[in-house]
């Protein structure tokens, strides 16, 4: 998760800091860190999973996850569902380890490093500085083992670099919080959010299949990059959804569209 510490003074750690850890099977606490968590889930996470159980995202969401409506931002997060056992264990994690380890979410990849955001005031803008921290629990032995790194050099290995950069565009909503002005997000545009944020079949379904494409103005090359590949109609939500939420221009409307019909647009 990428935690808002704007209130709290925690121990900032740069992409050269260097530790020692190593997880693997021989260990005595393996997938101990895989139960009673709390995993939020980005986009790409859900992208790269569904893809791996070869299902609709609309299939995966229903299974495997459930909703959390952040009490400052109101936007719908999802958080991955928790298996009803003792332990509450990840679903997709034996004995044996994780059975989807390459398509695991970044949350699992940055483990034991976690990413902070610091927000501080220059002049007149609001600055928002990246940090890491390590996640130290008191069952974890993985830091007595003798495998060094730098923090740049665990997230190179652990391939959580492509997924920032998959996200980056997305965690802006993580960062935003209800400020003096700002409307509550109201249940149709929780709506529009979860759907463009993480329902990527159904965003599709709503853009070809509905009104979507009378209303904005498109090249017809990029229409068919968001045809052909999700990672391309991935970025192109985030895009939508800061036009929708008014937080920028992103898009154009064709002349004559009323602005509401773009605001409430139908078939979600």
């Not at 569904?50 to 997060?77: A, C, M, Q």
């Amino acid at each position: 998760m990428l935690p808002d510490m704007s209130s709290v003074e925690p121990v900032k750690l740069s992409l050269n800091t260097r530790f020692r850890f190593r997880c693997h099977k021989g260990i005595v606490c393996f997938t101990r860190c895989c139960s009673v968590i709390d995993i939020l889930l980005t986009p790409y996470d859900i992208l790269r999973i569904k893809n791996r159980l070869v299902i609709s995202s609309g299939e995966f969401l229903e299974k495997y996850t459930y909703i959390h409506i952040d009490e400052k931002s109101f936007y719908p997060f999802v958080m991955l569902k928790m298996l009803s056992d003792e332990k509450k264990s990840c679903p997709f994690v034996t004995q044996e380890g994780c059975t989807i380890y390459t398509d695991r979410p970044a949350n699992c990849r940055y483990y034991p490093v976690g990413q902070g955001i610091l927000k501080r005031k220059e002049g007149e803008s609001i600055i928002d500085d990246e940090f890491y921290f390590f996640i130290k629990e008191h069952h974890c032995l993985g830091f007595k083992e003798d495998k060094e790194w730098t923090i740049e050099e665990w997230r190179n290995d652990q391939d959580a670099s492509l997924y920032d950069e998959m996200n980056r565009d997305w965690k802006m909503f993580l960062l935003r919080t209800k400020t003096p002005g700002q409307k509550e997000l109201d249940d149709k545009k929780q709506k529009i959010f979860y759907m463009a944020s993480y329902d990527m079949d159904r965003f599709s379904r709503y853009i070809f299949g509905s009104k979507f494409l009378e209303v904005f103005q498109m090249d017809k090359t990029d229409i068919e990059k968001l045809k052909r590949n999700e990672i391309e109609l991935m970025k192109f939500g985030f895009r939508y959804l800061r036009y929708i939420l008014h937080i920028e221009k992103t898009l154009k409307i064709r002349n004559g569209i009323i602005n509401d019909r773009v605001a409430k647009p139908q078939n979600i």
